[in-house]
């Protein structure tokens, strides 16, 4: 029991209307905004955990053999030993595994034929007509521009219209090879606008290809070296003549066979 008046505790909001329904919208005013804001925080965080596990993606991993949107290049036996600019070559998917071309109706899968990769290329993402962050990891869908590349989706549909694409038909050193392989990916992906061949795939490979690590610079050069001196200094000038005519056929029946005879070479 209280003397005098007796204290009373008030609702701002109650006094300011008596009316139920008015009390209510202005209750919802005030609290739907903490909700709202509740529901940018969980819009934004989706968008950093999706754009954290994008970037995990990205990552190359050379001791697993994972090197995702990219080309990888190893030597080849013997031909690398003389020229070697001239090697084996792959297109790697979303998940950084390995696809190449290694036999008549054969694409090689996660095991790479001529042992693992010593040079890789990163593909950037805004140079490609399918950009990477819109890819099967996010589960957003972009559509490509053009009849042919209609229903490419991802960078995975692309390597998997190639690949099934280069299971019917025959392998030749020659005419279709690795190289042929990855440039139908390239050119399928438009990038660098396409116009890929084996000429210029090789050399954009040789000026703009990262080493895996050192131990994969001496893989790739030191059998070069060892048989070219050793070339040189048991058979002098006969060796350098034979090596001198053994490149520029080899090379130049792909110069050839890209820029003059353009059927020649399948792509």
């Keep these: 029991m209280f003397s005098g008046s007796e204290i009373v505790p008030t609702c701002t909001v109650c006094e300011q209307s008596s009316d139920p329904s008015a009390s209510a919208v202005q209750v919802s005013d005030i609290v739907l905004p903490t909700f709202a804001m509740g529901a940018e925080l969980d819009i934004e965080q989706q968008q950093q955990m999706m754009e954290g596990s994008y970037s995990q993606t990205m990552q190359i991993d050379p001791k697993r053999a994972r090197f995702p949107y990219s080309v990888v290049w190893s030597p080849l036996p013997v031909i690398s030993w003389f020229i070697p600019c001239i ?29 693992a990769a010593t040079r890789y290329f990163q593909v950037p993402k805004e140079k490609c007509c399918i950009p990477l962050s819109q890819s099967a990891y996010n589960g957003v869908e972009h559509n490509t521009d053009g009849e042919n ?23 030749n050193l020659f005419t279709c090879n690795c190289h042929s392989f990855v440039v139908n990916n390239l050119n ?60 520029s056929i080899l090379i130049g029946w792909f110069l050839l066979g890209t820029y003059c005879f353009k059927n020649l070479i399948q792509l």
């Design 87 to 115: 090697g084996h070559i792959g297109i790697c998917r979303e998940d950084g595994v390995i696809l190449d071309f290694a036999g008549p109706n054969f694409v090689c899968v996660d095991h790479f034929a001529f042992g």
């Design 149 to 171: 590349r209609g229903d490419l989706r991802t960078w995975d549909d692309a390597l998997r219209k190639s690949t099934q694409e280069f299971q019917h038909r025959s392998y």
């Design 188 to 247: 399928r992906l438009d990038f660098l606008s396409g116009g890929w061949n084996v000429v210029n795939l090789a050399i954009f490979i040789l000026f703009n290809g990262r080493w895996v690590s050192r131990a994969s610079i001496l893989r790739s050069i030191l059998p070069f070296v060892v048989v070219f001196f050793l070339g040189v200094i048991f058979g002098g000038f006969t060796f350098l003549k034979f090596w001198s005519f053994f490149t």
